[in-house]
């Protein structure tokens, strides 16, 4: 899990592309937890 201090500095500091990536990646590992 991303704390909020590491996910605000990395917002800012890699824009929101970054943002939209981690949140995927967040969904993808969760959606893949499920399946196994």
């Known amino acids: ?3 909020g201090n ?3 500095s990395f ?3 890699g824009g929101t592309k970054s943002f ?3 949140n ?3 969904i993808l590992s ?3 937890r ?3």
């Open 1 to 3: 899990m991303i704390s």
């Open 6 to 8: 590491r996910l605000g």
């Open 11 to 13: 917002v800012s500091g």
């Open 20 to 22: 939209f990536y981690a």
């Open 24 to 26: 995927q990646v967040h």
């Open 30 to 32: 969760i959606s893949y």
């Open 34 to 36: 499920k399946q196994h």
